[in-house]
């Protein structure tokens, strides 16, 4: 069964004549009498009598409401592809990491909202690996994170580098170890750590530097809040691993301070994901290139040094 077999059905019902139905259809009155056939001969039953005028049969009536509902249902499929197509889609979805979410992705909100009102913005805190997940399970359109390329893998996929950061050590204002400015690796793997919680790309990094450096990492809590992992280290003895963007304000707490690793330094790439189907669709096109504008290295650069 094919669609113009349906509508030419259709057409004949509406007119109830084969020569306007052929009009309407804009063909000839040989291919309608040819489509009405072959839709007959898939059901294995007739829809018209034929007579003067065409009248439906009771298989026809039946089948009516049916027809009208299967070209509707077309008609409806077609509209909403072509709003895709044209941007005029309901929300779009966006997974990032907290850092991003706090720090870089407010201008890039605000200036989205301005140009496309229409849409609907969610966006979610999320650690690197669980934001990829529902990516690929197609739960958001864009996923900014700490680059994975084990989970960014596939032609299907498109990743933007946006920047690199370094990983600094929080630690409490009276710590042993704010005696260095650069913490050498020997004496960081004496002390416990507050670490991410499974999910995000962080703990795995730090993890794999702690395998290069033939150390085990001491991992005394897991955490998912940048506030509360201030508020543990805080306490006394445990230090924590984070990304730079992570404690950008940290100056301004007297109770806290951050120290370099020595090297090697520890680096996280962050990235923009998406996939290919969905950079056909413009608000997608519209936020990447946002998102690229004012995370791009030469504008970050151009921040102060403790936002950055």
Request: glycine share 4%; proline share 5%.
């Amino acid at each position: 069964m094919r669609l113009e077999q349906l509508q030419a059905f259709l057409a004949i019902a509406e007119t109830g004549s084969f020569q306007q139905a052929a009009r309407k259809c804009d063909v000839t009155q040989s291919t309608i009498s040819r489509q009405l056939q072959s839709l007959e001969t898939d059901l294995g039953m007739q829809l018209f009598h034929r007579t003067a005028q065409a009248k439906l049969t009771v298989a026809g009536e039946q089948f009516l409401p049916r027809a009208r509902k299967i070209c509707q249902e077309w008609k409806n499929a077609i509209a909403e592809l072509e709003e895709l197509r044209l941007g005029k889609q309901p929300e779009l979805c966006i997974a990032a990491i907290h850092s991003v979410c706090a720090f870089h992705l407010p201008p890039v909100l605000q200036q989205f909202c301005q140009d496309y009102p229409e849409v609907q913005l969610r966006v979610t805190s999320l650690g690197s690996d669980r934001a990829l997940k529902v990516l690929k399970d197609g739960l958001v359109d864009i996923a900014i994170v700490m680059n994975n390329r084990f989970l960014t893998a596939g032609s299907e996929m498109v990743v933007d580098v946006l920047y690199d950061e370094p990983v600094r050590i929080l630690m409490s204002a009276d710590h042993p170890l704010t005696q260095f400015e650069s913490v050498p690796w020997s004496e960081l793997v004496h002390y416990p750590q507050v670490v991410f919680k499974d999910g995000y790309g962080m703990q795995r990094l730090v993890q794999e530097q702690f395998q290069r450096q033939g150390a085990i990492l001491k991992a005394a809590l897991e955490l998912n809040t940048l506030d509360a992992f201030r508020g543990v280290v805080r306490q006394g003895e445990l230090i924590a691993l984070l990304p730079q963007g992570a404690i950008h304000d940290i100056h301004l707490d007297p109770t806290l301070v951050v120290r370099s690793t020595a090297d090697p330094t520890l680096v996280r790439q962050v990235v923009l994901v998406t996939t290919q189907d969905r950079l056909q669709i413009p608000p997608i096109q519209r936020f990447r290139e946002l998102v690229r504008e004012v995370m791009h290295p030469a504008f970050l650069t151009r921040l102060p040094k403790a936002i950055v």
